[in-house]
């Protein structure tokens, strides 16, 4: 069974870049599609802004297209979401996520690490 653990997260300004990695456990990781939610306030939906398949192909949602890059290693088991440029419309708390490739449902979820923008 896959595992995630968030890290990287933190306060910076406006403008500042942040790189947030997502470590995972178990040996079929490669075989999972990877995304990367936020939940900008409890209760909201969580957004899927970015995700990568098993074949490196990414989407990302428009609302962020342009300044985040998402990106897997499939030797460190690790993905990796560069956020550019941030504002503070971006603090929220961002969470990795993982689905086996070819189904709908993200089902892997991790703890989830708070990024905060100042202005």
């Known amino acids: 069974q896959v595992q995630l653990v968030e890290s990287g997260g933190g306060l910076v300004q406006a403008g500042d870049s942040l790189k947030l990695s997502c470590a995972a456990t178990g040996r079929t990781f490669s075989m999972y599609v990877a995304g990367w939610f936020r939940q900008q306030a409890p209760g909201k939906e969580r957004e899927l802004l970015a995700?990568?398949?098993?074949?490196?192909?990414?989407y990302y949602a428009d609302s962020i297209k342009g300044r985040f890059t998402i990106s897997r290693d499939n030797i460190k088991n690790t993905v990796y979401l560069q956020l550019n440029t941030l504002e503070p419309e971006d603090t929220a708390v961002y969470y990795c996520?993982?689905?086996?490739?070819?189904?709908?449902?993200?089902?892997?979820w991790g703890q989830g690490t708070q990024v905060t923008v100042s202005s």
């Open positions: 995700a990568v398949d098993t074949s490196r192909s990414t």
């Open positions: 996520a993982a689905k086996w490739r070819g189904t709908e449902k993200y089902t892997v």
